[in-house]
């Protein structure tokens, strides 16, 4: 099939681009905040009693046993809502015991890009202190390597109700549907917990639904590609390619979501691996919301903005060794301090249209990995200071600005034809 441009309308730029850059509006914008983990809880709560008023919350609780973290991603996924809806969603209610610490495994969702669980785990002692430290999965005797993401205990928890994202880099054969999933434990008092549940798939595994888009976008001269769409219960893909030739280095792309033939909007997923690739190196792949189990002749992806400096000018070079900064991008305002193995960035919040700059990746003198180790963020009226630390280094490093906001083209949308 061959590439069909899409134009869009370019921006009116100021005439010097590093201008514009310094110079970007300062409007106000309604604020995204995360909600804290310990309101998870309280949101089950919720769901308990909304459950009077609800026949829609009811009918999921009559469905599915210890239904409490499944309703509560049911609240921010409707793909999840369309699985049960759909009944593909399994009931395993499996349950093991040790060391005084019982769970259970309520149900899966499996699919070929990834696999769901969903647990309960509740004790004869005090669990504020439990903390999941991780969680294997096995297929059969063989160990699966995967990306597996999960939500640490809150510490005043009495009753733990989760869920663990396994995503599979390639899809996995379902030869075998004996599984395996051994849970990690550490606890103050009692020390390492391993529970291991086993548990058997009974469904069809349903086939992934794969779309050649090949639409090509072009925002001011900088091009990227929606190679394809793949459709899986659990989430849908759109690969994405950027082209080489770009003068500039696109580092995000805003809002994506796509919308069905009936108005309904799927957006990007908003807990577990929500990407994969690298859009620095030109191959990225976002995920969202699954619309697996409808049919439709065709979608509308849809990009909020697209993100975009001048390449070459995406990092910032530190030396650990003299804790100064080297080189930064001229358009960068901000104050950086490097201190042992961190560097700290008072950004703006309002010039960074309240975003953080996440900055994770960053390579040494000779070209390798700089690990990164964790990130904190300390707010004030003005300012988001975001400190990154790295593994012990003591030389020169270019740490890269995976955000920057500096829309170069907004509010783009493509219909894509799925037949």
């Given at each position: 099939?061959?590439?069909?441009?899409?134009?869009?309308?370019?921006?009116?730029?100021?005439?010097?681009?590093?201008?514009?850059?310094?110079?970007?509006?300062?409007?106000?914008?309604?604020?995204?905040?995360?909600?804290?983990?310990?309101?998870?809880?309280?949101?089950?709560?919720?769901?308990?009693?909304?459950?009077?008023v609800s026949p829609t919350i009811a009918s999921y609780v009559a469905k599915i046993p210890g239904f409490e973290a499944i309703v509560t991603v049911i609240s921010i996924d409707k793909g999840i809502k369309d699985v049960v809806d759909n009944d593909y969603y399994e009931k395993i209610n499996e349950k093991r015991s040790k060391s005084g610490l019982s769970l259970t495994l309520q149900g899966v969702i499996a699919d070929y890009s990834g696999l769901v669980l969903f647990y309960g785990a509740d004790a004869l002692f005090d669990i504020s202190e439990l903390q999941l430290e991780k969680v294997q999965l096995f297929q059969g005797d063989d160990e699966?390597?995967?990306?597996?993401?999960?939500?640490?205990?809150?510490?005043?928890?009495?009753?733990i109700s989760s869920s663990v994202e396994y995503d599979f880099s390639e899809p996995i054969s379902y030869t075998s549907k004996d599984f395996k999933a051994v849970f990690h434990f550490n606890d103050k008092v009692k020390g390492n917990i391993e529970i291991t549940v086993p548990f058997t798939l009974q469904h069809e595994i349903a086939e992934e639904k794969i779309i050649a888009a090949n639409r090509i976008v072009d925002v001011d001269g900088q091009k990227f590609t929606i190679i394809q769409i793949r459709r899986s219960p659990l989430k849908v893909a759109l690969?994405?390619?950027?082209?080489?030739?770009?003068?500039?280095?696109?580092?995000?792309?805003?809002?994506?979501?796509?919308?069905?033939?009936?108005?309904?909007?799927?957006?990007?997923?908003?807990?577990?691996?929500?990407?994969?690739?690298d859009i620095r190196e030109g191959k990225y792949t976002v995920y969202l919301q699954s619309n697996y189990f409808d049919d439709p002749e065709s979608l509308t992806a849809i990009i909020g903005a697209v993100q975009a400096v001048p390449k070459g000018e995406d990092f910032i070079e530190v030396?650990?060794?003299?804790?100064?900064?080297?080189?930064?991008?001229?358009?960068?305002?901000?104050?950086?301090?490097?201190?042992?193995?961190?560097?700290?960035?008072?950004?703006?919040?309002?010039?960074?249209?309240?975003?953080?700059?996440?900055?994770?990746?960053?390579?040494?003198?000779?070209?390798t990995k700089l690990e990164h180790l964790g990130n904190k963020v300390s707010r004030d009226e003005q300012y988001d200071v975001e400190t990154t630390q790295f593994e012990e280094y003591d030389g020169k490093a270019k740490i890269y600005l995976n955000y920057y906001y500096n829309p170069i083209g907004k509010n783009i949308e493509l219909n894509i034809p799925l037949k």
């Open positions: 099939m061959s590439k069909r441009p899409i134009d869009v309308p370019k921006e009116k730029l100021q005439q010097n681009r590093m201008d514009m850059l310094r110079k970007v509006q300062r409007e106000k914008r309604t604020k995204k905040r995360i909600v804290p983990i310990a309101l998870v809880a309280l949101f089950c709560v919720s769901i308990i009693f909304s459950i009077r699966i390597e995967c990306g597996c993401t999960f939500i640490k205990n809150a510490s005043d928890q009495t009753y690969d994405i390619e950027i082209d080489p030739a770009n003068t500039m280095r696109i580092v995000a792309l805003d809002d994506i979501a796509v919308v069905t033939e009936n108005g309904e909007r799927r957006d990007r997923l908003r807990q577990g691996i929500t990407a994969a690739g030396d650990f060794a003299t804790k100064e900064v080297l080189t930064k991008p001229d358009y960068f305002d901000w104050d950086i301090s490097v201190k042992q193995q961190e560097v700290s960035v008072a950004v703006d919040k309002w010039d960074n249209n309240d975003r953080l700059l996440m900055m994770y990746d960053a390579v040494k003198e000779d070209g």
